[in-house]
């Protein structure tokens, strides 16, 4: 399903906010639902489960006795365990003095510490759950390139005269063998040995007899993708759109687009845009961007956010289950993994802090992938859930990570902190929290 159909305008402010609380709501539910399930495999009842903040819209009780409700302020979610004195799980002094030993074991504070643990612990946990879930169900949908190079479906892209067909398996290109895709070296030099024109020989394997026939170039300057909020998306350029020459000089390769954008310094590109037969100008401003090298660490780059493929799309064939969810787990974990390093050498200062996002850049780019249809919007939401797991496994007081860090002294004292240290530290925790969204919010605002 393509949810374009449903922006009014690109980039609507309103839209993005709606795309933005579904995929919140989505994932706090799912975070939130850990605490209550694990909770309640542990013996900890759930007096309230509650989607939102502020005003209760709906609500209704289970027959565990629980209240389960819906209200007004859409930016998150908690769940209120027996005991609990507020949304943040402090206890109610009054209330668990009054209790029973039975009645106590029922609740957050009185649980034994492997049961209050493991609940706490269970809302990032389901929040990667969530993630490798969808990255899998994507990826298997999806399918994954074979062995072989199989041409599929050919993409539209101007003057398109040649005789390459789908389901032709390309042996090679202008004489070069085509190289085993896995190995991104070989790739490479494959894409520099051949020459840069409009049309290629392809060596190819049709109904069982090899062939030459005439093919595009086999990496052409077409837009697959976009980068939300990127300097492409930004002034208006869309998925398919081909760019056939930057400053009046005309290009058929995407390395073309490359080292123009790398080798000019961040300098304005005059660039004429084929979409859907017409032509189009554009003036793209790159961006300077900081990005993650393969061996740790980061390097700036100009960038105009966008993202390129073959000429035609790859047939796919569907991956075994173990393989879906295998690649689903390496995705999750670049994700985290990616995240630390990133914050790390902003603490450090290697990096820009305008890398990190408020709630209006998230919003934002909620809108911008469900401009570019369900899937994009369904692995964002992949991606966005793995983030929030990960915060909340920070050790911050008032944060899942803060709560464990008080279990992890009580395992080792043998006694939990004392409740004016807990309300101290919960104090500057909340100061923390409101102080990185405050941040954020000023990147969201003011950098470029």
């Known amino acids: 399903m393509d949810l374009t159909t449903l922006l009014p305008s690109f980039g609507s402010s309103l839209w993005a906010i709606v795309f933005f609380i579904i995929a919140l709501s989505i994932i706090v539910a799912i975070h939130e639902y850990g605490h209550y399930i694990v909770g309640r495999w542990s013996g900890?009842?759930?007096?309230?489960?509650?989607?939102?903040?502020?005003?209760?819209?709906?609500?209704?009780?289970?027959?565990?006795?629980?209240?389960?409700?819906?209200?007004?302020i859409p930016l998150g979610g908690y769940v209120r365990f027996k005991g609990d004195a507020n949304a943040a799980s402090g206890p109610n002094g009054e209330l668990i003095s009054s209790l029973s030993p039975e009645e106590l074991r029922t609740t957050m504070h009185g649980a034994p510490l492997w049961a209050r643990s493991a609940t706490v612990a269970a809302g990032p946990i389901f929040n990667f759950i969530l993630s490798i879930l969808i990255f899998a169900g994507v990826i298997f949908s999806q399918g994954v390139v074979g062995d072989k190079l199989i041409v599929g479906d050919l993409r539209a892209l101007p003057n398109a005269e040649y005789t390459l067909e789908a389901g032709d398996e390309v042996l090679a290109i202008e004489g070069v063998p085509f190289p085993d895709g896995t190995d991104a070296e070989a790739s490479e030099s494959f894409l520099e040995l051949l020459p840069r024109t409009p049309y290629l020989d392809y060596t190819v394997l049709r109904d069982g007899d090899q062939m030459t026939v005439t093919g595009p170039y086999?990496?052409?300057?077409?837009?697959?993708?976009?980068?939300?909020?990127?300097?492409?998306?930004?002034?208006?350029?869309?998925?398919?759109?081909?760019?056939?020459?930057?400053?009046?000089?005309?290009?058929?390769?995407?390395?073309?687009?490359?080292?123009?954008?790398e080798g000019g310094n961040g300098e304005p590109l005059k660039l004429d845009v084929w979409r859907d037969g017409q032509m189009l100008?554009?003036?793209l401003v790159p961006r300077r961007v900081d990005e993650p090298l393969a061996e740790g660490g980061f390097q700036t780059q100009w960038r105009i956010g966008i993202a390129g493929g073959v000429a035609f799309d790859p047939a796919r064939e569907t991956p075994g289950v173990g393989e879906a969810f295998s690649a689903a787990v390496n995705q999750t974990g670049r994700i985290i993994e990616g995240s630390i390093s990133g914050l790390y050498h902003m603490i450090t200062g290697a990096i820009s802090s305008c890398n990190l996002s408020g709630p209006v850049g998230i919003a934002q780019t909620s809108g911008a992938m469900a401009s570019q249809g369900a899937d994009n919007f369904i692995w964002f939401i992949a991606v966005l859930?793995?983030?929030?797991?990960?915060?909340?496994?920070?050790?911050?007081?008032?944060?899942?990570?803060?709560?464990?860090?008080?279990?992890?002294?009580?395992?080792?004292?043998?006694?939990?902190?004392?409740?004016?240290?807990?309300?101290?530290?919960?104090?500057?925790?909340?100061a923390i929290v409101l102080s990185l969204m405050v941040f954020g919010l000023t990147n969201d605002l003011f950098c470029p």
């Open 385 to 430: 859930s793995t983030a929030i797991g990960l915060l909340n496994l920070f050790p911050i007081p008032v944060l899942d990570g803060g709560h464990l860090m008080f279990h992890a002294y009580e395992a080792v004292s043998g006694r939990p902190p004392s409740d004016r240290v807990a309300r101290v530290l919960m104090s500057i925790g909340l």
């Open 44 to 72: 900890i009842h759930a007096e309230v489960f509650s989607l939102g903040f502020g005003p209760v819209l709906y609500s209704t009780h289970d027959k565990r006795g629980t209240k389960w409700q819906i209200a007004a």
């Open 281 to 283: 100008d554009f003036v």
């Open 218 to 261: 086999f990496y052409p300057p077409l837009i697959v993708e976009l980068a939300a909020r990127g300097a492409a998306m930004d002034i208006g350029m869309a998925s398919g759109d081909v760019i056939t020459a930057i400053d009046g000089q005309n290009i058929y390769a995407f390395r073309d687009l490359k080292e123009a954008v």
